[in-house]
């Protein structure tokens, strides 16, 4: 499957935010006042919740927003079309879940499967799920890390963008699982920066499990 990126303008870009949105800021200061060097643009912010830290940074930049409360729909599939179509009316070329905490369903992706971006806090495919730090620790490697892949059908298990390798030392144990956590965080930005401008200004390619950069139409 080949992307449309890149084209002329930059990339059009809705990021999903469900807490404090560190990741949503990494990604504002990296794009700063020059979206067309970056190749990106954001175009808007939706969460799962509202009074989140997350939304007051979209705020802060000037950016569009809009919140799709779980709660506030009869079924997860009538959610799932809702945040579909709010997502959909900023016409995004690229979606980022930058800690979005919802799983998203078959509408969903079916509109932005192969567009729709995700960070994950274990070198995927091992240890997907909620708690890749914790399974980490618990099952003693010696490294470990972040993983940015594209979204599909399963739990963490869409096609590899890029990885970052984080050391686990002596200290990490488990219950001191948040500052290994805080050190794959710093490196989780740094490669979702690096993965978006990549996507955006080279284009990409998926072939089967793998995710080509800069391949487009060849």
Request: charged share 25%; aromatic share 6%.
């Amino acid at each position: 499957m080949a992307s449309p990126l890149p084209s002329a303008a930059p990339a059009r870009v809705v990021v999903l935010v469900s807490g404090s949105g560190t990741n949503l800021q990494a990604l504002l200061d990296a794009i700063g006042d020059d979206p067309e060097g970056f190749g990106a643009r954001i175009v808007a912010v939706g969460a799962d919740r509202d009074g989140i830290t997350g939304l007051e940074r979209a705020e802060r930049a000037g950016l569009p927003t809009f919140t799709c409360r779980v709660r506030d729909h009869a079924t997860r599939e009538e959610w799932d079309t809702a945040l579909a179509e709010a997502t959909a009316a900023h016409r995004p070329d690229l979606v980022v879940s930058a800690g979005f905490m919802k799983i998203v369903g078959k509408e969903f992706l079916a509109r932005f499967g192969g567009r729709f971006v995700n960070t994950h806090p274990a070198l995927l495919p091992s240890f997907p799920g909620a708690h890749g730090v914790r399974d980490a620790l618990a099952y003693g490697v010696k490294v470990t890390g972040c993983t940015v892949h594209f979204v599909d059908d399963g739990v963490d298990t869409g096609p590899i963008i890029a990885q970052g390798v984080v050391e686990v030392t002596e200290e990490d144990t488990p219950e001191g699982e948040a500052a290994l956590h805080e050190r794959i965080k710093e490196v989780e930005r740094k490669l979702l920066v690096e993965a978006v401008g990549r996507l955006a200004r080279d284009g990409y390619r998926i072939e089967g499990r793998k995710v080509h950069l800069g391949h487009v139409g060849e």
